[in-house]
C-alpha cells in the first residue's frame, strides 16, 4: 500500500511540474509583432468585477485602486484596434451601472478609444463593454443576448437558473471604406459545464 502511494504521490508531482511547464512555456515573453497594413487587431480582457462595498481584500475597490494602473499597462500593451471585455463592472448588490470605475479609467486614460456594448443599464447591460479606435471606426449597431431559456430578456439567469451569463455585440463600420464586420463578446457560467454546452450551442 505504501509503494502505491508513492507512485501515486510521484504521478501527481511529475504531473504538477508537467503543468507549470507547459504553462510557463505558452507564456512567452516576445512581444507584439507589428502590425499588419489592413489589419484589424482584436483582443479580449477579463477584468473581473469590482465589489464597490467591500473596503478592503480581493477585488475590493482598494484592490482597485493597487491593479489600475496595472491594468492600464496591459490595455497599452495589447494595442489592439478593438477589446472586447468582461466583468468590467463595479458591482453595488444590483445590476446598476451607474458607476463603473475600471471603464471610466480606461477610457480616461486612452482617450483615442470609445467604447461600445453600452447603454442605460436598464435597457442594455454594460458590463462587457467593447473598446474601439475612434480613428479607425464607427459604431453602426450594437446589441445582446442572455444564455437562458429567455435570451432577449435582459439580467435573465441562465439555464439552470444560476447568475446571468450573456453576449454583448458591436457592429463597427471602418472608417477606410471596407467591409463592416460584427465583433461577439462571449461571458460564459464558469461552474456549470452544462450551462457553458448550452450556451454555446
Known sequence: MKVLLKLAGAGFLILTLLACGLHIANSGTAPLPPQQAGTVRIATHNVHYILAEKTEGRWSVSDWHRRKHALDQAFKALSADIVAFQEMETFEGSDDD????????????????????????????????????????????????????????????TFD?????????????????????????????YSSRNNRDRSAA
Do not use: C, K, M
Request: aromatic letters at 20%; zero cysteines; hydrophobic letters at 40%.
Open 98 to 157: 451607474t458607476v463603473n470605475l475600471a471603464r471610466a479609467y480606461l477610457l480616461e486614460h486612452n482617450p483615442g478609444y470609445a467604447a461600445a456594448a453600452v447603454g442605460d443599464w436598464w435597457a442594455f447591460p454594460s458590463t462587457q463593454p467593447i473598446f474601439y479606435r475612434t480613428d479607425r471606426f464607427t459604431v453602426a449597431d450594437q446589441g445582446w443576448f442572455f444564455f437562458s431559456e429567455t435570451p432577449d430578456t435582459i439580467y435573465s439567469r
Open 161 to 189: 437558473g444560476s447568475y446571468p451569463a450573456f453576449t454583448s455585440w458591436v457592429r463597427f463600420a471602418p472608417l477606410d471604406g471596407s467591409r463592416p464586420f460584427t465583433v461577439v463578446n462571449v461571458h460564459l457560467d
